[in-house]
């Protein structure tokens, strides 16, 4: 009897606790911390590292802005972490070597500028006031300089009487039509005059393109991801002192961007990635290559490199003989190789670890007997640990969660991870990933108030073979034996991957629980995070095979007896939204579907949006070709556009470049004169990240918005 009374206690207990426990709202979206730029200090005794927030913007009372400021933890577990920096958006942290200061960068006066903070208490100080700013500060080893980057566009760059005193011209061609040389971009010498001679008609031509009156495209990428961009800059590699005033010197030449630039062990030598080719546009070379230089940045020589090949990431080993790096070919569809070689090696010295993974965030153990490397993986983002000599790869977290930024000095490991109970918290544990302590509660607290849904895991196999894997969540006030309305989320890219360790769609997912529904997705064939053969899976097949997949995986839901099958919607952004179109062009089950900042019209996507070369990677041509025209017709959702009859909303933000809002305007239109239920919301200003790094406000009117729309059909 004690016993039973004991049980029924405990089940009244816990029903209290699940009621006290409120819905997630759509305003919680604020209240979301995120962490990034995690870095340990040189003994490893202290990690600082980025938090961003949202905060209200003003006085207004709907709008709020992203503020990103610098923290710091201590890795004994002795304290909370504390905040170092108060004014606003200070990131990328890089610490001292003697551990006493942390440079970072902070815009200041309209560009990132470095700041440097004693940790011995005062105000930060401005470091850098340089006219290009400067952005990502690494120490040398003696702590005596700092290397940065800075873009400099291409017009400022011939016209620098100190980074080119000699006023040099590229030497590749700059492709402006009916000029021979590039002889045309040398500052022009004649005065303006729309009457004059030809010199003096293209000095007040150009005049109006410096005031802005017109725009002059001569490069082949001229979509940046808010508008149109005719011009093109080069980032280079500085070193200046420690000591405010002190005059930045270029490390690095010509009219090339280099990607990466970090110094060796010694301090003697720079390792940076680039491609540097006289005989290409920077817009037609794909390829890359990694280079060794004196840190002065002269003596520069090619380590690396080959045609039609990538080779990118290089991380050096804490003695300064080895460098990791990763490799691939120019295709974008791709899962590019994990390799390590001797510095002063050649390429038949390469040892290529195995990993069909994509991989980040290289890092050398202290001992140089691993790799550490984070991967997307079957609906997680786990850490990995490779042994150099072995070639073995151990996975040390799990696939339920998502590691970000890490950093291990000293068997110490501290790192951010996303799961379903927390979308944000540090980390600290032991170099095997054991041990796990959870050190901040940024998220914690406030999250475990909340009423939360959690995934199940399930998976089939698909016509091809291959196993595809999908989760479902029941709605948050979930009760057996009722049947419940379903959305199907679908990814983008086409290359992402969803599962309970990705981050960005931890409060979406959770918010149409809270109102009462299911969710199911999936990740369909052409996913990342499940090797090469899975990732090009869906070449020239976007449509029919990906949209067997994701229905597959609702249909299966269905089995479970929970879906009221009446009440089904279904949404998507990017990749999702042409694969949205195409569902409910071919199939008619849903109540009602969204599309965000889709793709409709492969054909004119080309042109449209700055991710074109997804058209020749995934449909083998161009749209004047025969063969891939035909492919973009049957790929392309508006070809059945007459067949679409579910009730739809459609998403697009006035800016975004990547896929081009004409494409939405089109698919639009083509609904309207067909008489068809649709609705079509434009969100001023915004671009392509509207759902994961725009304007609040819009964020929050495009997830209500798609609420409201839904709920006019399944009532």
Known sequence: MQRLAFLICLLISVSVCAQDKQPVSVTDMLKIKSIGNVTLSPDGSRAAFTVTEIENDGDSKWDYRYVTRLWMVPTDGSSAPRQLTTRDNASQPAWSPDGKQLAFTRAADGKAQIFLLSLDGGEARQLTKYKYGASSPRWSPDGKQILFACNIPMADLIKDSVLNPEGKIPVWPYEKPGFDRNEQLRPLTAKANPDGSIEEVRAYLNNNVTDKKARVINKLNFQDELNINGDLGFIHFFVTGTQPGDSPVAVTHGFYSFASAGYTPDGKQLVLSAHIDSLQHPNRALENEIYIANADGSGLRRIIGKDKMVYSSPTISPSGKWMAFQVSETSFVRVPQLAVMPVNGSEKDIVYIPFDRSKANITWSGDENYLYITAPANGGFPLYRVNVKTKQVEQLTDYNSGIGSFDIVNNKLVFVKTEVASPFELYLADGSAKNAKRISSFNYDWVKTKQLSFPEKKTFTNDKGMTIEYWMMKPANYTPGKKYPVVLEIHGG????????????????????????????????????????????????????????????????????????????????????????WIIAHDHRFKAACSQRGVYDL?????????????????????????????????????????????YIIFHGDNDRRTGFVESEMLYRSLKVLGRPVEYVRHPNASHEITRSGDNRQRIDQMLRTWEFFERWIK
């Open 494 to 581: 086409p290359s992402a991957m969803w599962g309970p360790g990705e981050s960005s769609m931890w409060h979406e997912y959770q918010f149409f629980c809270s109102k009462g529904y299911g969710v199911v997705y999936c990740n369909p064939r052409g996913s990342g995070g499940y090797g090469e053969k899975f990732l090009r899976a869906n070449i020239n097949d976007w449509g029919r095979g990906p949209s067997g997949d994701v229905l597959t995986a609702l249909d299966k839901t269905v089995k479970e007896g929970w879906i009221d099958t009446s009440k089904m919607v279904v949404t998507g952004g990017s990749y999702a939204g042409y694969l949205v179109a």
């Open 603 to 647: 054909s004119t996507f080309f042109g449209e949006g700055n991710a074109w070369r997804l058209v020749p990677n995934y449909f083998g041509g161009y749209p004047w070709e025969a063969a891939a025209k035909a492919n973009l017709q049957r790929e392309s959702p508006i070809t059945y556009v007459q067949n679409i009859k579910t009730p």
